[in-house]
């Protein structure tokens, strides 16, 4: 082979070939986010959680309603009294009724299918080849599972106001520390109290997301991302377990009560933004040890 | 010809504790070869493929890919190869078209502003844009098979990389991709796919090797390893008897005579050739064998391999 014809070769095959130089754009890798984020909110699946999600301050609303026509006000949970006299306070006490177990379960659906869900069905390979980066797919993982956890706050936040409007009057907003501050005020309040309660499902994405490192099976990863949540809010309310439950997640949650105090009372929901953050941390870096290292094979 | 597209150097994968499922693997393949990577069931050709695409870890050795480690050059190389790895796998609830943007989407050297436009012509190219509207679900196996295909063609490719590319497909579907196969190849890209189906192999690819029980056997040109096994002489006519005789004085060996037809394998020359034909056929004829044919058989890759990983087609265990 003369030197002539090394050199054709060499170009023909070197550096450049036939896929031409193409370099990874920052840019241009958020096209996985928003192909994730618009497969997640466009499945069905999806849509039936937030769906049964919208209808739970519909029920509440419809109970209260009937309650207090009976000649009512027993009392009852945080917040029911209140409702009668503020639509406003449906906000708060459907976020108060989904956040122990309606929204961790949903989130818990998504989060724990995030991974495991595309290991089963194969189509983890291909993202993986394509490539995907498994780090760059697990933080998009985790973000359409936050956004998920927002949207389905937000679900709930709006359907409870709506029902709340037709439902009951509105007016000033009497704090649970007695002040009363006008509509608008309270309207924010409501706004940062649905943050807070998607701040504090972080956490369980983050949990969930670990498992779902763990199995090739995205039912398997669900059933034990929905069993962690449930097992932790009952040992969260087991008397002679005080000593473990400021280090269990739902364990400062109903916290987000405090933001409708004045002054805002902050310590809980320093607490509970701490914990979340160690669970965050925690758990986001074992699903990143354990997936950066896993052979796939399905 | 340029450094091997493919180049591994002691690729030995063991899942769990067992038997290695791929063992001392050291494969070559040049560049612009159609490469057929064959071997029966269980032999180890998926688990190579998986290596080099950086899906699992070698338990030992390594492959350089385009002519750089895998998987430390992964985001650099990965985006210029295509692959099929062991059957599509698809979003059921997505459509053919979705599923090619997800799967560009995930590539951070795809330029969006022409996604749209790429997901066509490969939608086109493998005969889906009919299709392309249908949910993923409920596509044929063929149809998902093509798919697939479709995804691995998103981008202009330097590797292209099939696991059995013509599984499920009907006979015009794997035409078409035997012909979409040479027509790549015909545009600078290298082509590796693994195949049970040796008579396609034989058909389209330059170069093959020879996997069995983990092991590489043998790796070469089509042309070299046809060669390797010996061809076979066939005589027809009445006097069979007296052509069995002869040709065995002659050094045939393995001779068989169904109905007025005698075959026979050519013995090695003297001097690495075999015996001319002519000089056999001229024997017969005055041993006074009256010959209505006669002819030598290339040996067709089906009995090199045969050869290579033993008669039974059992899986080794
Ligand atoms: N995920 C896995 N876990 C354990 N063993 C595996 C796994 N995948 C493959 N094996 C084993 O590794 C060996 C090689 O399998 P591989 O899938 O690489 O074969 P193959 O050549 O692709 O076979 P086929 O032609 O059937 O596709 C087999 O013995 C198989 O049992
Ligand atoms: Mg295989």
Same mark, same amino acid.
């Given at each position: 082979?003369?030197?002539?014809?090394?050199?054709?070769?060499?170009?023909?095959?070197?550096?450049?070939?036939v896929s031409?130089?193409?370099?990874?754009r920052p840019?241009w890798?958020?096209?996985?986010?928003?192909n994730?984020?618009g497969?997640?909110f466009?499945?069905?699946r999806?849509?039936?959680l937030?769906?049964?999600?919208?209808?739970?301050?519909?029920l509440v609303g419809?109970?209260v309603?009937?309650?207090?026509?009976?000649?009512?006000?027993?009392? $009852?949970p945080?917040?029911?009294?209140?409702?009668t006299?503020?639509g406003l306070?449906?906000?708060f006490?459907?976020l108060?009724a989904?956040l122990?177990?309606?929204?961790?379960?949903?989130?818990a659906?998504?989060a724990?299918?995030?991974i495991?869900g595309e290991? /089963?069905?194969?189509?983890?390979?291909?993202l993986l080849?394509?490539p995907?980066?498994?780090t760059?797919?697990?933080?998009v993982?985790?973000?359409a599972?936050?956004?998920?956890?927002?949207?389905?706050t937000l679900?709930v936040a709006a359907s409870?106001?709506?029902? $709340?409007?037709l439902?009951f009057?509105?007016?000033?907003?009497?704090?649970?520390?007695?002040?009363a501050?006008p509509?608008?005020?309270?309207?924010?309040r409501?706004l940062?109290?649905a /943050?807070?309660?998607?701040?504090s499902?972080?956490?369980?994405a983050?949990? /969930?997301?670990?498992?779902s490192?763990?199995?090739?099976?995205g039912i398997?990863?669900?059933?034990?991302?929905?069993g962690?949540?449930?097992?932790?809010?009952?040992?969260?309310?087991l008397?002679?377990?005080?000593?473990v439950?400021?280090?269990?997640?739902?364990?400062?949650w109903?916290?987000?009560a405090?933001l409708?105090?004045?002054p805002?009372?902050?310590?809980?929901?320093?607490?509970?933004l $701490?914990l979340?953050?160690v669970?965050?941390l925690?758990?986001?870096?074992?699903?990143?040890?354990?997936?950066?290292?896993?052979?796939i094979t399905? | 010809?340029?450094p091997?597209?493919?180049?591994?150097?002691?690729?030995?994968?063991?899942?769990?504790?067992?038997?290695?499922?791929?063992?001392?693997?050291?494969?070559?393949?040049?560049?612009?070869?159609?490469?057929?990577?064959?071997?029966p069931?269980?032999?180890?050709?998926?688990?190579t493929?998986?290596?080099?695409?950086g899906?699992?870890?070698?338990t030992?050795?390594?492959?350089?890919?385009?002519?750089?480690?895998?998987?430390?050059a992964?985001?650099?190389?990965?985006p210029r190869i295509?692959?099929?790895i062991?059957?599509?796998?698809l979003?059921?609830?997505?459509t053919g078209?979705?599923?090619l943007l997800r799967?560009?989407?995930?590539?951070?050297?795809?330029?969006?502003?022409?996604?749209?436009?790429?997901?066509?012509?490969?939608?086109?190219r493998?005969?889906?844009a009919?299709a392309?509207?249908?949910?993923?679900r409920?596509y044929?196996?063929?149809?998902?098979q093509?798919?697939?295909?479709?995804?691995?063609?998103?981008?202009p490719r330097?590797?292209?990389i099939?696991?059995?590319?013509?599984?499920g497909?009907?006979?015009?579907?794997?035409?078409?991709?035997?012909g979409l196969?040479?027509?790549?190849a015909?545009?600078?890209?290298?082509?590796?796919?693994?195949s049970?189906?040796?008579d396609?192999i034989?058909?389209?690819c330059t170069?093959?090797?020879?996997?069995?029980?983990?092991r590489?056997?043998?790796?070469g040109?089509?042309?070299?390893l046809?060669?390797?096994?010996?061809?076979?002489l066939?005589v027809?006519t009445?006097?069979?008897?007296?052509?069995?005789?002869i040709?065995?004085?002659?050094?045939l060996a393995?001779?068989?005579?169904t109905?007025?037809r005698?075959t026979?394998e050519l013995?090695?020359?003297?001097?690495?050739?075999?015996?001319?034909?002519?000089d056999?056929?001229?024997?017969?004829?005055?041993?006074?064998?009256?010959?209505?044919a006669?002819?030598?058989?290339r040996?067709?890759l089906?009995?090199?391999f045969?050869?290579?990983?033993?008669?039974?087609?059992?899986?080794?265990g």
């Amino acid at each position: 082979m003369s030197r002539a014809d090394t050199r054709a070769d060499t170009q023909a095959d070197g550096e450049l070939g036939v896929s031409g130089d193409r370099a990874p754009r920052p840019l241009w890798s958020l096209g996985l986010l928003r192909n994730e984020l618009g497969t997640t909110f466009r499945r069905r699946r999806t849509l039936m959680l937030l769906a049964v999600l919208a209808c739970v301050p519909v029920l509440v609303g419809i109970a209260v309603r009937v309650q207090t026509a009976d000649g009512g006000g027993r009392g $009852g949970p945080a917040f029911i009294s209140l409702v009668t006299n503020n639509g406003l306070f449906l906000v708060f006490t459907s976020l108060a009724a989904t956040l122990p177990v309606f929204l961790p379960m949903a989130l818990a659906v998504v989060a724990g299918d995030a991974i495991a869900g595309e290991a /089963g069905a194969g189509t983890l390979r291909y993202l993986l080849v394509a490539p995907a980066g498994r780090t760059r797919l697990l933080l998009v993982k985790y973000a359409a599972a936050l956004a998920f956890s927002l949207a389905a706050t937000l679900v709930v936040a709006a359907s409870a106001l709506i029902v $709340g409007v037709l439902l009951f009057p509105l007016g000033e907003v009497t704090l649970l520390s007695g002040t009363a501050v006008p509509f608008t005020e309270g309207l924010l309040r409501a706004l940062a109290v649905a /943050g807070m309660v998607a701040l504090s499902l972080t956490g369980v994405a983050a949990l /969930g997301l670990f498992v779902s490192t763990l199995t090739g099976s995205g039912i398997a990863a669900m059933a034990t991302t929905v069993g962690l949540v449930l097992t932790a809010q009952i040992l969260d309310a087991l008397p002679q377990l005080a000593a473990v439950q400021p280090y269990l997640f739902p364990h400062y949650w109903l916290s987000f009560a405090d933001l409708l105090r004045d002054p805002v009372y902050w310590d809980d929901i320093r607490s509970n933004l $701490g914990l979340q953050a160690v669970y965050v941390l925690l758990f986001g870096s074992a699903a990143w040890a354990r997936f950066t290292t896993r052979d796939i094979t399905a | 010809m340029g450094p091997p597209v493919i180049e591994t150097r002691g690729l030995t994968k063991t899942y769990g504790s067992g038997r290695p499922a791929v063992e001392g693997l050291d494969l070559s393949v040049p560049a612009g070869s159609i490469f057929g990577f064959l071997g029966p069931n269980g032999s180890g050709k998926t688990t190579t493929i998986r290596m080099l695409m950086g899906l699992i870890q070698p338990t030992a050795g390594g492959a350089r890919l385009l002519g750089e480690p895998m998987p430390a050059a992964a985001r650099r190389v990965l985006p210029r190869i295509g692959a099929l790895i062991e059957g599509p796998a698809l979003y059921g609830f997505l459509t053919g078209r979705a599923n090619l943007l997800r799967y560009d989407a995930a590539d951070p050297t795809a330029d969006p502003r022409t996604r749209a436009a790429r997901v066509t012509a490969a939608l086109e190219r493998v005969g889906l844009a009919a299709a392309a509207g249908k949910r993923a679900r409920a596509y044929s196996l063929g149809m998902k098979q093509r798919l697939g295909l479709a995804a691995a063609l998103l981008q202009p490719r330097d590797l292209l990389i099939l696991d059995e590319p013509t599984n499920g497909l009907d006979p015009q579907g794997m035409r078409e991709i035997r012909g979409l196969v040479r027509e790549l190849a015909a545009d600078g890209t290298t082509v590796f796919l693994s195949s049970h189906l040796l008579d396609e192999i034989e058909q389209v690819c330059t170069h093959a090797a020879v996997m069995s029980s983990g092991r590489l056997i043998t790796q070469g040109t089509v042309a070299g390893l046809a060669a390797g096994a010996r061809g076979r002489l066939a005589v027809t006519t009445p006097d069979t008897a007296d052509a069995v005789r002869i040709l065995k004085e002659h050094g045939l060996a393995d001779l068989v005579v169904t109905g007025d037809r005698v075959t026979g394998e050519l013995p090695p020359g003297t001097d690495g050739g075999e015996p001319d034909p002519a000089d056999l056929n001229a024997a017969l004829v005055v041993a006074g064998v009256r010959v209505r044919a006669f002819g030598t058989e290339r040996p067709s890759l089906e009995d090199v391999f045969v050869a290579l990983t033993g008669e039974g087609f059992d899986v080794a265990g």
